[in-house]
C-alpha cells in the first residue's frame, strides 16, 4: 500500500447460526461463528470475516485476542507484506488481509481483482455441498440442487454408508459431476472399496482422504481419479511436499490466512503444474466475495457457504445456474461511493450489527 496513515480497527464476532445442522467427519456444526473487521479511515474502508480453522482450535475468540495483540501494529498503517511476516496463517491475518485489500481497492478506485492481477471476474461453477447424511437424505439433497452441475459429497468414514451416500446422490443426479470430500477420515488400509465406487459412479474428485500429517501414504495410493489436499495444506511453505502426492490443492482464505498468501500459492502450485481448488469455511458474502477473487485462478470452485447461513449480508452473492455471482457492490469493488469522515462514522456506529437478510 502506497500511502501509511493511521487507521481505526473495529472486530465483532458474529454467531452465523445454520439454516439447519450440518455433519462432516467428527463434527456436527448448528452455527459457525465469525471474526469481522473493518479498517477504516477518512479516505475509504475495508471489511473481512474469518471462522477461522475448527480443527486446529483456530476460534473466532481466539483469532480476536490475536488480532488484538497487534491492533497498535496495524492502525498504524502496517501493509499486507508485514502483516503476513506478523501473524501466522489462520483466520486472525485473513480478517486483516482482506480488508487491507479492501481499503486499498477503495483508494485507489481499482477492484480487488485487478490489484490481484486475476482475470477479469467471470460467474463460476460452484459445488453444492451434502452433510455426511443417511443415503435418503443425500438423494433428496442432491434433488433438491437442482441448478447445481457438481455435487460434493461429505463422507464420515464408515465405508458401507459412504459408498451408500455416493450411490444414493448419482442415482438421484446421473447428470452433475460427483466429489467426495473424506476430511482425513479414512486410512491407506480401509480406503481401496472406496475408491472403486468413486470410479464405477463416475466421481471426479476426492478430497483430503488421510490424516494430516498422513501425507506418505499417498505414495502408496491407487487413484484413478483426482486427489485434492484440504486440511493437509495451511500455507505456502507446504506447497512443494505435497506435489506428486496431491493433484489438486484446496486454497481456503481462513486456512493460509488470507488473499496474500493464496496468490502465492497461486504462483508456485503453477510452477509446478498443479491444479487448484477454491473454499471456504461457510460464512457470509464476505469471506465468499475474495474467495471468488481467488478463484478466478481455480480448476474447481467450492464457494457454497453463505448457502447454509440462516442469513447473508444485505449485499450478497448470488446462485444461478449452478453457479456462483458476485457482484462489484459485495466486497472489494474499488467503488467508495462515500468515504468522508461522516461515512466512516455512519460505518463504524453501524458495526458490529453488520446487515443480514
Known amino acids: 500500500m502506497s500511502r501509511v496513515t493511521r487507521l481505526q480497527l473495529s472486530l465483532a464476532i458474529e454467531p452465523l447460526p445454520l439454516k439447519a445442522p450440518f455433519r462432516i467427519a467428527g463434527y456436527r456444526f448448528e452455527a459457525m461463528p465469525a471474526l469481522t473487521a473493518i479498517l477504516s479511515a477518512a479516505d475509504g474502508y475495508g471489511r473481512g470475516e474469518a471462522s477461522g480453522v475448527y480443527y486446529l482450535n483456530d476460534e473466532p475468540e481466539s483469532m480476536r485476542a490475536s488480532v488484538e495483540s497487534c491492533r497498535e501494529a496495524i492502525e498504524a498503517g502496517l501493509d499486507r507484506a508485514q502483516l503476513r511476516a506478523l501473524l501466522p496463517p489462520g483466520g486472525a491475518r485473513n480478517a486483516i488481509d482482506c480488508a487491507l485489500w479492501e481499503l486499498q481497492a477503495q483508494r485507489e478506485r481499482r477492484p480487488v481483482w485487478q ?23 443425500v438423494a433428496a439433497g442432491a434433488l433438491g440442487h437442482a441448478q447445481a452441475r457438481l455435487l460434493k459429497l461429505k463422507l464420515d468414514g464408515d465405508v458401507d454408508a459412504d459408498i451408500a451416500r455416493i450411490q444414493a446422490a448419482r442415482r438421484a443426479r446421473p447428470d452433475v459431476d460427483l466429489a467426495v470430500d473424506a476430511n482425513q477420515a479414512y486410512t491407506l488400509e480401509r480406503i481401496e472399496p472406496l475408491i472403486s465406487a468413486l470410479a464405477d459412479q463416475r466421481a471426479i474428485l476426492l478430497e483430503q482422504p488421510f490424516a494430516r500429517g498422513r501425507e506418505a501414504d499417498m505414495d502408496s495410493l491407487d487413484c484413478p481419479i483426482d486427489v485434492a489436499a484440504d486440511e493437509s495444506l495451511q500455507g505456502l511453505d507446504e506447497v512443494d511436499a505435497l506435489h506428486g502426492r496431491f493433484d489438486v490443492l484446496n486454497l481456503k482464505l481462513d486456512k493460509c490466512g488470507g488473499l496474500t498468501e493464496a496468490l502465492l500459492i497461486v504462483a508456485r502450485a503453477r510452477e ?61 469493488g474499488g467503488d467508495a461511493a462515500a468515504t468522508d469522515a461522516a461515512h466512516t462514522a455512519r460505518l463504524n456506529a453501524a458495526f458490529p450489527a453488520a446487515p443480514l437478510r
Request: charged fraction near 15%; aromatic fraction near 8%.
Open 115 to 137: 490489484l490481484a492481477q486475476a482475470p477479469h471476474p467471470r460467474a463460476l461453477i460452484t459445488a453444492f455441498t451434502l452433510g455426511a447424511e443417511d443415503p435418503g437424505v
Open 272 to 332: 509446478l503444474g498443479m491444479k487448484l481448488m477454491v473454499g471456504n469455511m461457510l460464512g457470509t458474502s464476505w469471506a465468499a466475495a475474495p474467495a471468488f477473487v481467488l478463484g478466478q485462478f481455480c480448476d474447481v470452485v467450492d464457494l457454497d457457504g453463505p448457502t447454509f447461513l440462516a442469513g447473508d449480508r444485505a449485499r450478497a452473492v448470488t446462485y444461478r445456474d449452478g453457479r456462483i455471482h458476485c457482484p462489484g457492490d459485495v466486497w472489494g
